[in-house]
């Protein structure tokens, strides 16, 4: 093995360990199963554009993205957002089943106006394909639902180009968020 090889094998287990340290920092392990601390997600607001956007970070599974489901949908009520983006850029651990994306799917969606524009934006290739596992599944109850690689793409598709989001703070009701 050469030097430049060995340095570049060097470089690979270093990334390796690190990603290893976060998920070890932000999952409890039981068994064979992993379960994934806190809140995984945060909500903004761009009150110029009416978007809402969850934003996923960090290490997400099943419990996870329910927490999310059960949460979002008193600060979509109040705010009343036109465009609902779930961003999934900065997930790092995506340990969601092919059985929570169904049984999401067949759920009522977080909200029914008519003309809410429906946006995951998914860079990885199976957050990617199981988001679109979830647009099919999900396509009689949320029509014209998009999935696109970046945020940019999304922005596109919104025909701006670009959003300032402001986060909403956890401890934040969601009528303080929508007086912002």
Known sequence: MSIA???????EVT????????????CTFDGLSIKVLGMAFKFEFDATHRIFRARFYGPVN???LSQFYATAP????QLSPRVGLTDFSE????????????????QPPITQAPNFIRIIVAPAPHIFGLSRMF?????????????????KEALQLL??????????????????????
């Open 5 to 11: 090889s060995g340095k570049a094998l060097l470089s």
């Open 74 to 77: 008193a600060y979509v009520l």
């Open 62 to 64: 099943d419990a996870s």
């Open 15 to 26: 990334a390796i360990t690190v990603t290893l340290e976060e998920v070890v920092k932000n």
């Open 135 to 151: 647009q099919i599944f999900g396509e009689a109850t949320r029509p014209g639902m998009a999935v696109v690689h970046s945020l």
């Open 91 to 106: 997930v790092t651990l995506f340990l969601v089943s092919a059985a929570e994306i169904r049984s999401i799917a067949a």
């Open 159 to 180: 025909e701006i180009t670009h959003a300032n989001f402001e986060p909403i703070d956890p401890g934040q009701t969601s009528q303080q968020a929508a007086n912002q």
